[in-house]
Protein backbone atom coordinates (compact mmCIF):
# COMPACT_ATOMS: atom_id res chain seq x y z
CA UNK A 1 0.00 0.00 0.00
CA UNK A 2 1.63 3.12 -1.12
CA UNK A 3 1.54 6.49 1.55
CA UNK A 4 1.48 9.96 0.69
CA UNK A 5 2.19 12.69 2.97
CA UNK A 6 2.00 16.25 1.76
CA UNK A 7 2.94 19.03 3.89
CA UNK A 8 4.29 22.64 3.13
CA UNK A 9 0.99 24.43 2.75
CA UNK A 10 -0.12 27.97 4.56
CA UNK A 11 -1.08 31.60 3.97
CA UNK A 12 1.00 33.34 1.20
CA UNK A 13 0.52 36.58 -0.32
CA UNK A 14 -0.58 36.91 -3.77
CA UNK A 15 3.04 37.25 -6.16
CA UNK A 16 4.53 35.09 -3.63
CA UNK A 17 5.82 31.37 -3.28
CA UNK A 18 5.63 28.42 -1.58
CA UNK A 19 7.06 25.12 -2.11
CA UNK A 20 4.79 21.78 -0.91
CA UNK A 21 6.28 18.28 -0.21
CA UNK A 22 5.14 15.11 -0.66
CA UNK A 23 7.12 11.88 1.14
CA UNK A 24 6.16 8.42 -0.67
CA UNK A 25 6.16 5.32 1.03
CA UNK A 26 5.46 1.65 -0.30
CA UNK A 27 5.77 2.38 -3.72
CA UNK A 28 6.61 -0.40 -6.15
CA UNK A 29 8.01 -0.60 -9.45
CA UNK A 30 4.44 -0.59 -10.83
CA UNK A 31 3.94 3.25 -9.78
CA UNK A 32 4.45 5.15 -13.04
CA UNK A 33 3.34 8.70 -11.91
CA UNK A 34 3.20 10.79 -9.31
CA UNK A 35 0.79 13.59 -9.13
CA UNK A 36 -0.73 16.93 -7.54
CA UNK A 37 -4.20 17.90 -7.51
CA UNK A 38 -5.69 20.67 -6.20
CA UNK A 39 -9.40 21.37 -5.16
CA UNK A 40 -10.77 24.68 -4.47
CA UNK A 41 -13.35 26.16 -2.05
CA UNK A 42 -16.51 24.22 -3.63
CA UNK A 43 -15.56 23.12 -6.82
CA UNK A 44 -14.16 19.53 -8.38
CA UNK A 45 -10.70 18.41 -7.85
CA UNK A 46 -8.87 19.06 -10.87
CA UNK A 47 -5.25 18.09 -11.78
CA UNK A 48 -2.13 20.10 -11.45
CA UNK A 49 1.11 18.46 -12.39
CA UNK A 50 2.62 14.91 -12.51
CA UNK A 51 5.96 13.14 -12.76
CA UNK A 52 6.99 9.74 -14.53
CA UNK A 53 8.75 8.48 -11.17
CA UNK A 54 11.57 6.44 -13.39
CA UNK A 55 11.78 8.69 -16.25
CA UNK A 56 10.91 12.47 -14.55
CA UNK A 57 8.93 13.27 -17.50
CA UNK A 58 6.75 16.15 -16.36
CA UNK A 59 3.19 17.08 -17.48
CA UNK A 60 1.22 20.38 -16.04
CA UNK A 61 -2.11 21.81 -16.53
CA UNK A 62 -2.44 24.53 -18.91
CA UNK A 63 -3.21 27.11 -15.83
CA UNK A 64 0.16 26.79 -13.59
CA UNK A 65 2.93 26.44 -16.73
CA UNK A 66 5.79 28.36 -16.14
CA UNK A 67 5.16 28.90 -12.43
CA UNK A 68 4.97 25.69 -11.10
CA UNK A 69 7.70 23.24 -11.46
CA UNK A 70 7.35 19.34 -9.92
CA UNK A 71 10.57 17.61 -9.58
CA UNK A 72 11.37 14.50 -7.28
CA UNK A 73 14.02 13.24 -4.40
CA UNK A 74 14.65 9.80 -5.39
CA UNK A 75 17.13 9.10 -2.91
CA UNK A 76 14.22 11.10 -0.27
CA UNK A 77 11.08 9.08 -2.04
CA UNK A 78 10.10 12.93 -1.90
CA UNK A 79 8.35 15.08 -4.75
CA UNK A 80 8.15 18.71 -4.80
CA UNK A 81 5.93 21.33 -5.83
CA UNK A 82 7.39 24.64 -6.30
CA UNK A 83 4.68 27.42 -6.51
CA UNK A 84 5.60 30.84 -7.77
CA UNK A 85 3.79 33.83 -8.47
CA UNK A 86 0.72 32.51 -6.67
CA UNK A 87 -2.67 33.86 -7.35
CA UNK A 88 -5.36 34.34 -5.05
CA UNK A 89 -7.27 31.47 -7.36
CA UNK A 90 -4.83 28.73 -6.89
CA UNK A 91 -6.44 28.67 -2.79
CA UNK A 92 -7.69 24.82 -2.55
CA UNK A 93 -6.45 21.99 -1.38
CA UNK A 94 -3.49 20.09 -2.77
CA UNK A 95 -3.25 16.46 -2.96
CA UNK A 96 -0.29 14.34 -4.38
CA UNK A 97 -1.54 10.96 -5.72
CA UNK A 98 0.46 8.04 -6.47
CA UNK A 99 -0.94 6.35 -10.27
CA UNK A 100 0.49 2.66 -11.45
CA UNK A 101 -1.75 3.45 -14.55
CA UNK A 102 1.01 4.41 -17.40
CA UNK A 103 -1.42 7.81 -18.10
CA UNK A 104 -0.52 10.85 -16.01
CA UNK A 105 -4.07 11.61 -15.73
CA UNK A 106 -4.95 8.03 -14.00
CA UNK A 107 -6.88 6.62 -12.64
CA UNK A 108 -4.90 7.17 -9.36
CA UNK A 109 -4.60 4.44 -6.48
CA UNK A 110 -3.09 6.25 -3.71
CA UNK A 111 -3.98 9.99 -2.29
CA UNK A 112 -2.67 11.91 0.53
CA UNK A 113 -4.49 13.92 3.22
CA UNK A 114 -3.85 17.25 1.51
CA UNK A 115 -2.62 20.65 2.78
CA UNK A 116 -4.42 23.79 2.43
CA UNK A 117 -3.07 26.38 0.85
CA UNK A 118 -4.44 30.11 0.68
CA UNK A 119 -2.82 33.01 -1.35
CA UNK A 120 -4.84 36.33 -0.17
CA UNK A 121 -4.78 39.50 -2.56
Known amino acids: QVQLVESGGGFVQAGGSLRLSCAVS????????VGWWRQPPGKEREFVTA????????HYADSVKGRFTISRDAAKDTVYLQMNSLETENTADYYC??????????????WGQGTQVTVSS
Open 26 to 33: GRTSSSYF
Open 97 to 110: GETKSSYYLGPYDS
Open 51 to 58: IFWSGGST
